[in-house]
């Protein structure tokens, strides 16, 4: 099992560019996750699919982000434009069965926004 | 959702069994207790979990008090590759809401 896939796996960008995320879920696994990760706000999520419907996108912090998942196994996260603040590392994880608490994290995506 | 207490940091020599508190002292019935962690630069990786039993897996065991305020995560022959921060979370397993809430967890240090 390759795990979770994510590309790119490190992104500079300058400001106002538009920034796409990708994330392939372990074959199966019916929830997939985005997460943030910063020094000063820890790991947050940002939005969560269940049988790629979003079920939950509260942490999505503005209009600014947008996440798709076209298929079971394929998920986006876009940014545009793109600021100095969202630099973090972006990390994707999916989730199988009754319980959606048991994720596979993926290596994560180091994004640098200029 | 019942919230957890960790200590910051810990050290464990090379060998030696880890031994990691967690308090959640307002746990409710039916929410569970899930151990991850998170290597340096790499993405959180799940441990463990468990309700009210002891639970073993190859990884770790986790001991949760009879009145279920408390757990301790066991790392039996700790590493060096052990060397990363372990988050004790707790909430009831839903389809409907799958967020992980990490809190700052325990920064396990690992020394020859």
């Known amino acids: 099992d390759a795990g979770v896939i994510q590309s790119p796996r490190h992104e500079v960008t300058e400001m106002g560019q538009e920034v796409t995320l990708r994330c392939k879920p372990i074959s199966g696994h019916n929830s997939l996750f985005w997460y943030r990760q910063t020094m000063m706000r820890g790991l947050e999520l940002l939005i969560y699919?269940?049988?790629?419907?979003?079920?939950?996108d509260s942490g999505m912090p503005e209009d600014r982000f947008s996440a798709k998942m076209p298929n079971a196994s394929f998920s986006t996260l876009k940014i545009q434009p793109s600021e100095p603040r969202d630099s973090a590392v972006y990390f994707c994880?999916?989730?199988?069965?009754?319980?959606?608490?048991?994720?596979?994290f993926g290596p994560g995506t180091r994004l640098t926004v200029t | 959702d019942a919230k957890t207490t960790q200590p910051t940091s810990m050290d464990c020599a090379e060998g030696r069994a880890a031994n990691l508190p967690c308090n959640h002292s307002t746990i409710s019935g039916n929410e569970y207790v899930y151990w991850y962690r998170q290597i340096h630069s790499q993405g959180p990786q799940y441990i463990i979990h468990?309700?009210?039993n002891n639970e073993t897996n190859e990884m770790a065991s986790l001991i949760i008090t009879e009145d279920r305020k408390s757990s301790t995560l066991i790392l039996p022959h700790a590493t060096l590759r052990d060397t990363a921060v372990y988050y004790c979370i707790v909430r009831v397993p839903s389809r409907s809401q799958g967020n992980l809430i990490f809190g700052k967890g325990t920064k396990l240090s690992v020394k020859p």
């Open positions: 994880a999916s989730a199988g069965g009754d319980s959606s608490y048991e994720q596979y």
């Open positions: 699919f269940n049988n790629n419907v979003p079920i939950d």
């Open positions: 468990g309700l009210k």
